[in-house]
């Protein structure tokens, strides 16, 4: 079992950063990839960037890459999101996932999810 939890969401003007967290507890953390997922109210949920266990490895959105940085820090159990140059279209709640199981890019693939936290980009 893992029990996530997000924070660090907020509102932010357009142009500007935030960089969410998400602690995780259960399981040992250093043995399973983590994500971030986005959805926008009306929307589906989309893949945002995951981060293999030992942090050497990421892939990221197209929407998102060069703007969006995902990173781990395993002996605080926490990875983050570091986020720049935010658009209105970032504006979504932000929630994080371990351990997928298949294809990292579909939400199916995830069982263990946190609440999500709100990212509002002002235009």
């Known amino acids: 079992q893992v029990q996530l939890v997000e924070s660090g969401g907020g509102l932010v003007q357009t142009g500007g950063s935030l960089r969410l967290s998400c602690a995780a507890s259960?399981?040992?953390?250093?043995?399973?990839?983590m994500a971030w997922f986005r959805q926008a109210p009306g929307k589906e949920r989309d893949f945002v960037a995951v981060i293999s266990s030992t942090g050497g490895t990421a892939y990221y959105a197209d929407s998102v890459k060069g703007r969006f940085t995902i990173s781990r820090d395993n002996a605080k159990n926490t990875v983050y999101l570091q986020m720049n140059s935010l658009k209105p279209e970032d504006t979504a709640a932000y929630i994080c996932?371990?351990?997928?199981?298949?294809?990292?890019?579909?939400?199916?693939?995830?069982?263990?999810w946190g609440q999500g936290t709100q990212v509002t980009v002002s235009s």
């Open positions: 259960g399981r040992r953390f250093s043995t399973y990839p």
């Open positions: 996932a371990a351990d997928p199981s298949g294809d990292y890019h579909y939400g199916d693939a995830y069982v263990y």
